[in-house]
């Protein structure tokens, strides 16, 4: 799960990391007052779940109350669009106004978790201000790195002074980041965070060092014990579809740009699926992982979901498994096509137990579906329907 | 001998009585797995289903029948500690099939088994299957038939697909392991493929991987350098978005190393063959056998 700017450096000053001054505004006037009672310049940041605001128009330095509450009004109800959003944006529904900073240094200091060691791994670099990936591109050997150890999961006073050491730092900066490095690591650990940055930890001509910006996700599989972090979920940052999907019990969707729909079953199939489409120059619609496939309503659903992308131009259905059962599945198809006006053409492939019932629902429903016997040759029926070729 | 489970596995079942666990231990009964005992915290000293004892606590039921391995369908919440439970006991394999457990406290896990030098397979996994001899898992089985070629997968319904377009080939599998979907396993592909090296039933691995994490990267590292059977893989995702999770906890792009063009780049470099859709794998797996022969 996601959370916004301003969420994130909360947690981090509640740990004790030092953050500049500020607050979140939902009009133009809160953010012409905060303006004001900052005083000076001050910077005003769309809040929304992605990065890379900055060059989106999404981060606005101004010099007056007044300033600030023109740029605030034409951020807010805005979609800003940046290169981590996909095509359509996200919405700004409030943004942060903080005290301009005259920063001399940036560096960035970073928690994610390393799957090839099942450990967290502290990550820390002079060059902060870029994104980690493009520091580990261009100029690897200023990463610092450590991991935590995953059997106590915390980290030791010397790791902090590896860090520390690492970066080229006057003694003041030094002595900051090796205290706030245990912080984030506390943070990180007892938060149940899957990323937490701090990006750029800025250092200033006054000689402060601040998160200047702060992005914490979490892992969704532990929000159960952390109620604190679940309340600040925000539906308004999600693709409608995506969260009606959610909403429906269909275990994952993700919409893509294409035109071909699937329904699948297992998360891996799924995505074979996709490959396999756009292998032969299709191009997929979305992701659908239909879960355990144990009820046709969810089968209802998940069509209602595809169907409702208007750039749906065919809909492959591939079932497989032991678990599925074709009955159940054509049960749910069935009543989708009695539901919903489907104009598109429907090829399916279901392979499971009770096949033989799912046949005679089928046809004595008389809809009139593409069936497909062998994985590839759904993908290729469904590749040529989308294409508006007629099948032969 | 297979790897990690044949004729000699004597099962528990952690969460026997559950709704779950107790539907899928059915099913490996069913296919001949010697299921020796149930741990349902509080329900011990009952008989599940008539045939299976019932104890409070794995120390229990290793103590009194002899169990060596493990399958846990146990709540997430509280299913890290049942891992722990069964590794404490010394069981292996230990297949944790439960989705949904916080990454934190696998990292514990994994971290212990290591320790203890026990193998977690999972979580979030269909389980384990040797063909025609042992099954500890939630697969189906007509999918699968005796033979000698590995199948390791981070993924269920691939792995069902996959084993029965081989199984269609008559291409039979020594053992099919899905390692699961998670970003940390309590065994990588790397150390299952360290596995079939060493096991004399299998001549050739399919490896099914996809986007997220640098599990494929290690496994390349131990084909390149330990490898001497012909490996075969495929990556799903190749079209998957970044920053997107696809389904799988462990699914999602986040650096250049987590992109199936990374992956398929490292295994193709290590030696191994990387085809682009899953019904290639098993006309390339009867190829590399045949130019083997």
């Known amino acids: 799960m996601r959370i916004h700017e301003y969420q994130a450096k909360k947690f981090l000053a509640d740990y004790g990391v030092s953050v500049p001054r500020g607050a979140m505004a939902k009009t133009a006037a809160e953010a012409a007052g905060i303006a004001k009672e900052l005083g000076g310049r001050v910077v005003i940041k769309a809040q929304i779940h992605a990065g890379a605001r900055g060059k989106a128009g999404g981060i606005k330095t101004v010099d007056s109350p007044d300033e600030a509450e023109r740029e605030t009004s034409s951020l807010l109800g805005s979609r800003l669009k940046t290169h981590q959003t996909g095509e359509e944006g996200l919405i700004v529904n409030s943004v942060l106004v903080e005290e301009a900073l005259n920063s001399i240094k940036e560096l960035y200091l970073g928690i994610a978790i390393d799957s090839a060691t099942g450990a967290p791994l502290l990550m820390a670099s002079e060059a902060g201000g870029m994104e980690i990936e493009q520091i580990a591109e261009k100029t690897p050997e200023k990463i610092v790195k450590c991991h935590v150890d995953p059997g106590t999961l915390q980290l030791r006073g010397f790791q902090a002074r590896e860090i520390g050491f690492g970066l080229k730092l006057g003694d003041k900066e030094r002595a900051a980041v090796i205290d706030i490095v245990p912080r984030l690591c506390s943070l990180f650990v007892e938060k149940d965070c899957s990323l937490a940055e701090i990006n750029p930890l800025s250092v200033t001509a006054d000689g402060r060092v601040l998160a200047v910006d702060a992005k914490l996700n979490f892992d969704d599989s532990a929000l159960y014990r952390h109620a604190d972090i679940k309340e600040l979920y925000d539906p308004h940052q999600e693709n409608e579809l995506e969260m009606m999907a959610k909403k429906k019990g269909i275990a994952s969707y993700v919409k893509l740009e294409g035109d071909i729909g699937s329904m699948v079953n297992g998360a891996g199939l799924a995505m074979a699926v996709m490959d396999a489409i756009k292998h032969i120059g299709g191009k997929p619609a979305n992701f659908l992982d239909l879960g355990t496939v144990n009820n046709p309503e969810r089968v209802l659903n998940a069509f209602k979901i595809i169907a409702s992308d208007p750039g749906v131009k065919c809909i492959l259905v591939n079932i497989f498994g032991g678990m599925a059962r074709v009955d159940v599945i054509t049960r749910g198809l069935v009543e989708a096509y009695s539901q919903i006006d489907i104009k598109v053409p429907v090829v399916a492939r279901l392979k499971g137990t009770n096949a033989a019932e799912g046949e005679r629902i089928l046809s004595e429903s008389g809809i009139n579906l593409i069936k497909a016997d062998a994985f590839h040759e759904a993908i290729e029926k469904a590749v040529t329907a989308a294409s508006g070729n007629v099948l032969g | ?293």
């Open chain 2, 1 to 293: 001998m297979s790897i990690l489970i044949d004729e000699g596995t004597r099962l528990l079942v952690q969460g026997i009585t559950g709704s779950e666990g107790g539907f899928y231990t059915h099913g490996c009964i069913e296919y001949g797995t010697n299921v020796v005992a149930g741990v349902t915290p509080g329900k011990g000293g009952s008989l599940w289903a008539e045939k299976v004892p019932v104890f409070n606590t794995v120390e229990n039921a290793v103590r009194e029948t002899g169990a060596n391995a493990s399958i846990i369908f146990v709540p997430a919440a509280f299913a890290a500690d049942a891992a722990f439970e069964a590794a404490y006991a010394g069981l292996s394999p230990i297949i944790l099939i439960t989705e949904f457990i916080p990454t934190l406290d696998m990292a514990r896990v994994r971290n212990f088994v290591k320790e203890k030098g026990v193998y977690l397979i999972g979580p979030n996994c269909p389980g384990v299957i040797s063909p025609g001899k042992c099954k500890a898992g939630i697969m189906i089985p007509q999918a699968f038939m005796p033979g000698r070629v590995g199948v390791i997968s981070r993924s269920g319904t691939l792995t069902y697909e996959v084993a029965a377009m081989l199984t269609e080939k008559e291409i039979g599998q020594s053992t099919c392991v899905g390692v699961g979907g998670d970003q940390i396993p309590g065994t990588t592909m790397a150390e299952v493929l360290a596995l079939f090296e060493k096991d004399a039933e299998t001549d050739a691995v399919v490896l099914i991987g996809e986007i997220g994490g640098g599990f494929e990267q290690t496994a390349a590292e131990f084909i390149r350098e330990k490898m001497s059977k012909p490996v075969v893989a495929f990556i799903a995702g190749s079209t998957a978005p970044p920053g997107r999770r696809m389904g799988h906890a462990g699914a999602i792009v986040t650096g250049k190393e987590g992109r199936a063009e990374e992956k398929k780049k490292a295994l193709a470099d290590a030696g191994a063959t990387v085809v682009d859709t899953p019904p290639e794998l098993s006309d390339m797996i009867k190829k590399v056998l045949n130019s083997e022969n």
